[in-house]
């Protein structure tokens, strides 16, 4: 019977870890910002309206024939990198770190036939 009871805290404390992990890694596709999804568009037409509204882009996977039809098919958020600048400060005579988000936009799966 222990041993029942055992388990049954062991198996309780292993779902709430997976929970907790889920909730702390996320398990959503929020964007970063917003940006328009251009799946399921020819490559040169979705570069053209990521371009347009000025969000930045890269091709992270591309497969088949690059002479062929390239078409997008699937968009994910790259999310944020962080830039470390430093910045003089003359009142205290010393330089000041400042860390600023940069979004790296969106990363794009094209296949072409």
């Not at 490559?43 to 591309?62: D, K, T």
Request: proline share 3%.
């Amino acid at each position: 019977m222990r041993t029942l009871a055992t388990r049954s805290r062991l198996a309780t404390a292993a779902v709430l870890s997976l929970g907790t992990a889920a909730v702390l890694l996320g398990t959503g596709t929020a964007t970063a910002q917003p940006a328009p999804g251009v799946v399921g568009l020819s490559e040169q037409a979705a570069v053209a309206v990521l371009a347009a509204e000025g969000v930045p882009y890269s091709i992270v996977n591309r497969s088949g024939s690059a002479g062929g039809d390239c078409t997008v098919t699937a968009q994910r958020d790259r999310g944020y990198r962080t830039e470390v600048e430093y910045e003089y400060d003359s009142d205290d005579n010393e330089f000041d770190r400042v860390e600023r988000q940069v979004w790296r936009g969106v990363g794009l799966t094209v296949v072409c036939r």
